[in-house]
């Protein structure tokens, strides 16, 4: 069973025009996978993860389908994916620490959202006590407000509630941004711990942080510019990243213990391109070490190259040629 | 950061192409096109006895005659001059006020913002009226000008209030804290970094302000006091009640005032939702 | 929680303080006499004039030294005398207020109570679909932007002229018996409707308008969303919106209260109406300076009263503010 993208198409609607923010996505994700989804600010990352749990204006609907467990999620339809959302796919939003009604007691409100998704809360009780367990949340949250609770509390009940009717797919999004990094650590454990006691089946993390997905992931997919540039296992993307923009972005990570006199801390030059008339073919080519002729006319697909690399970059396709 | 110039030509193509703005200043226009051309329509003064009393709209008067015999058309005109002018100067004052309360309390906050604060609060709560009511009293002969003033400055809370909260949210930016590293005095500060960012909210607020002020002094002169010189549409209203036109039936005279000031300050109001969604983005619709 | 009240405490009493010394200002800084108005309605002999006026000076405290007169208008106040009417002498003027206070509590509770929460309600309404927020929000800013007496005026003449089935005046038919009977109960609703009409349509308006803008921010807030991302009903997320829309609202009739009493002031001079506005305009018209000295101080002791009653339900139904005030957060 798995989550099976393809040529995913979502834009944005401004009064100017399209903003091409998801050109074109096409991955699969396997059960037990957690997937890193990395990429620069506006390189579609978050368009992505929105559009499988939560497609509204501005955002558009544009073309692909995603298939959740052999069943073809329709994100275009508002309530029709309301059957899907919360049970069978879930996310912990960027903004977890504000996600809760802040006028409502926390377990009043679990037991309101279950009661409206015709789930029993009573009997869902003893689990969700379970959870707080696991995440080290005393049972007394459920009778405060998220007032009372600190940043990292209110993460860790949000991830709890998520999580809660053990979803398919479940996406974090940028949840450990604005923590300090023991916290990022406790909370990125969390993570791999839901995945391993299979309370979630798939995971996508999405952040620009790399340093944590090579802590936890197993894969880790790379976005530019609204497409995607490469995918591949872990160990691969760190170690021996063939994509331009990956070594870039890997090579300008510092790493611990070097001396900036010893090693000179590179940045890739230059800005992503704007995604209302994208470029012609690859759109990484401005600031690509090695674009050559075909990079400007033609755009590279995404292919795998072997197995379980993904790839969109001509140059990599001569070389493997 | 957008240059200035091509800011306001941006804002200038969404006000043009906003629905309600449109309408709403169309509609603001019109009445303000009507009180400063409509007196040369008319010969007569308001209390001028020009003709058979309690007169329906004809083609000799317009809007009919009062109980006296007086013209309604020329006391409506007069009377809408009347209200512009309240609205503008009492509105402008009690902006003014406002922002300068609201600003001060806004940016330093602390002790000042909890005196301010009371200050706003007791104003609030206090029977304007009586204090109006001795006014009155002590000027026998009041002008718009007086009112103007008296509104202006005891409406001008609602703005502070306004004015202070976006202050507030304002000040914890980003570039008012460079701003203030590198040294520049507070006024300059507010001056230069935070007023330019609140122009759209200082431009709601006074039509918000402007609104009001032809409301309340319509309710003012509808009890008699408003200016004792000039005719104003509270006061067409107060004497139409005052003199039986309900009874008789006398609607050309009643009806007229209070409904333009209803489409003023109606059309204000839609203006002010036109203009909040020019100037937030997130409430253009698509 | 007991320094918010104490503070609150103090700013009600500063006010009070202050609003209670102009109103003791006013019949001070009226040129010419209370006294010397009142005795020119009696037209009397001037001898008899002059002993009337050292009588009545006296009555009236006059004579004392200012600081003496403002102490005790302060024990008055406590004793619950508010002085004799000019206008309607000899009546104490608390007795003529207390006459008119029922029928400005039956007219002005119901108006503010169900405007409240009906517009409330319809606000939300507006903030569902397009096609209802088109319908509802230029209804709802035209009648807010309608002066209360225009509207008084005009459901007067359209409900008692043009289709007489109202009275255009006062609170009860002439001969009617004041009594508990159904007769005067029916007939005194009648009279009523009208004017709690007038009143409830142009706050109606404002709350709907408040409400929408309200409901359309907290539908664009995090918690919104994250209902939304859960698969939330909508009728859940907007039951949450709204539950956190209200309370704004809930400060905002506090702040209103001015506005209303000075609507409700004109409604009754309209409707001709025994409400305590009514009494001002008689009193103002008469410079029955007495008389409006005691309608204001009512009008403070209302109006503060009912600033405190809402902040006290503010805390009860905000949480934060209980919370924040135990000091309890992690």
């Not at chain 3, 302060?74 to 508010?82: P, T």
Request: net charge positive.
């Amino acid at each position: 069973m798995s989550l099976k993208v393809n040529n995913l198409k979502v834009y944005y609607q401004t009064l100017r025009g399209d903003v091409k923010a998801l050109d074109g996505a096409t991955f699969t994700i396997a059960d037990g996978e957690i997937m890193g989804l990395a990429g620069e600010s506006g390189c579609g990352k978050s368009t992505l993860s929105n559009s499988l749990i939560l497609l509204k204006p501005p955002m558009r609907f544009v073309g692909g389908k995603v298939e959740l467990d052999n069943e073809e999620l329709p994100i275009w339809d508002m309530e029709k994916m309301n059957d899907f959302r919360f049970k069978k796919i879930s996310t912990i939003p960027q903004y977890a620490m504000n996600a809760m009604n802040p006028i409502r007691k926390i377990g009043k409100m679990v037991s309101e959202i279950l009661k409206s998704k015709k789930v029993d809360f009573k009997s869902t009780l003893p689990e969700l006590k379970r959870r707080l367990d696991l995440v080290e949340l005393s049972h007394d949250v459920l009778n405060m407000y998220p007032i009372e609770l600190s940043g990292g509390m209110k993460q860790r009940m949000v991830m709890v509630l998520s999580t809660l009717m053990n979803p398919s797919l479940l996406m974090a999004d940028e949840i450990t941004s604005a923590l300090d990094v023991s916290t990022q650590k406790a909370v990125a454990k969390m993570l791999v711990e839901f995945r391993d006691r299979e309370f979630v089946k798939k995971l996508m993390v999405i952040t620009h942080d790399i340093s944590i997905l090579y802590q936890i992931a197993d894969s880790i997919m790379i976005m530019y510019a609204g497409k995607l540039a490469e995918k591949a296992p872990t160990s691969v993307i760190i170690n021996s990243p063939r994509h331009p923009y990956t070594k870039l972005l890997i090579s300008s990570l510092p790493d611990i213990g070097v001396k900036y006199s010893q090693k000179k801390l590179t940045g890739i030059p230059g800005k992503p391109p704007m995604l209302l008339i994208p470029p012609t073919g690859c759109r990484f080519r401005e600031r690509c070490p090695v674009a050559f002729q075909k990079c400007l006319n033609e755009e590279p697909p995404f292919v795998e190259i072997k197995k379980g690399h993904f790839i969109a970059c001509w140059k990599e396709f001569e070389k493997n040629a | 950061m957008t240059k200035p110039k091509k800011r306001i030509n941006e804002f200038l193509y969404f006000a043009l192409k906003n629905k309600r703005l449109r309408v709403g200043l169309s509609v603001v226009l019109f009445f303000l096109i009507l009180a400063l051309v409509g007196p040369l329509l008319t010969d007569y003064k308001w209390d001028d006895y020009v003709g058979p009393a309690y007169h329906p709209p004809s083609y000799e008067y317009w809007f009919g005659t009062t109980t006296f015999g007086q013209d309604v058309f020329t006391q409506f005109i007069l009377g809408l001059k009347a209200s512009f002018l309240v609205g503008i100067i009492g509105g402008g004052i009690g902006t003014l006020i406002g922002v300068l309360v609201g600003f001060t309390a806004g940016y330093h906050g602390g002790m000042i913002d909890e005196f301010l604060n009371m200050l706003t609060n007791i104003v609030i709560v206090i029977p304007t009226l009586a204090i109006l009511l001795i006014i009155s009293v002590y000027l026998k002969v009041r002008g718009v000008l007086i009112e103007s003033i008296f509104i202006g400055f005891t409406a001008w809370p609602w703005a502070a209030r306004a004015i202070r909260a976006q202050t507030f949210s304002l000040r914890s930016r980003d570039f008012v804290d460079l701003a203030r590293i590198s040294g520049i005095r507070p006024l300059k500060i507010m001056f230069t970094e935070i007023a330019p960012n609140m122009m759209s909210y200082l431009l709601m607020t006074f039509i918000l302000q402007f609104g009001g002020a032809i409301l309340i002094a319509a309710t003012l002169d509808f009890i008699g006091l408003g200016p004792t010189n000039a005719i104003s549409l509270g006061l067409m209203m107060n004497l139409a009640v005052l003199w039986g036109a309900l009874p008789l039936g006398m609607w050309w005279w009643f009806i007229p005032p209070g409904a333009a000031i209803a489409a003023i300050v109606g059309a204000l109001y839609l203006t002010n939702v036109g203009l909040d969604e020019v100037f937030n983005p997130k409430l253009r619709k698509l | 929680m007991k320094q918010y009240f104490t503070r609150k405490l103090f700013i009600y009493i500063l006010t009070f303080f202050i609003a209670v010394t102009i109103d003791w200002l006013i019949p001070r800084f009226m040129p010419g006499n209370p006294v010397q108005v009142l005795l020119a309605r009696a037209s009397l002999h001037a001898e008899a004039a002059k002993e009337m006026y050292s009588y009545y000076t006296k009555a009236f405290g006059l004579d004392l030294p200012l600081w003496k007169q403002y102490l005790n208008f302060w024990i008055a106040i406590f004793h619950g005398d508010l002085g004799t009417s000019i206008l309607l002498f000899p009546q104490p003027v608390i007795k003529i207020i207390m006459r008119a206070v029922p029928y400005d509590i039956f007219l002005l509770l119901p108006s503010i109570l169900l405007s409240w929460f009906a517009g409330n309600k319809f606000g939300a309404f507006a903030a569902r679909t397009k096609w209802l927020d088109n319908t509802i929000l230029p209804v709802g800013y035209i009648l807010t932007a309608t002066p209360y007496m225009w509207l008084a005026i005009l459901l007067g003449w359209v409900l008692a002229m043009v289709f007489p089935i109202f009275p255009l005046a006062y609170a009860s038919s002439p001969a009617m018996i004041h009594s508990f009977s159904w007769i005067f109960i029916a007939d005194y609703l009648w009279h009523w409707f009208l004017p709690f009409a007038s009143l409830f349509m142009v706050m109606f308006g404002g709350w709907a308008i408040g409400m929408r803008n309200m409901i359309i921010y907290e539908l664009e807030a995090d918690y919104s969303h994250y209902l939304e991302a859960l698969g939330a009903p909508r009728k859940l997320v907007r039951r949450y919106a709204f539950r956190n829309a209200i309370l704004p609202q809930v400060t905002g009739l506090a702040l209103q209260l001015g506005i209303i009493m000075a609507g409700a002031l004109v409604t009754e001079v309209v409707f001709s109406y025994p409400g305590i506005g009514y009494l001002i305009l008689g009193a103002i018209q008469n410079q029955d300076f007495f008389l409006i000295q005691g309608c204001f101080l009512f009008i403070i002791i209302e109006v503060l009263i009912a600033n405190f009653l809402i902040d006290v339900l503010y805390i009860i139904i905000d949480p934060r503010i209980r919370i924040g005030m135990g000091g309890k957060s992690a």
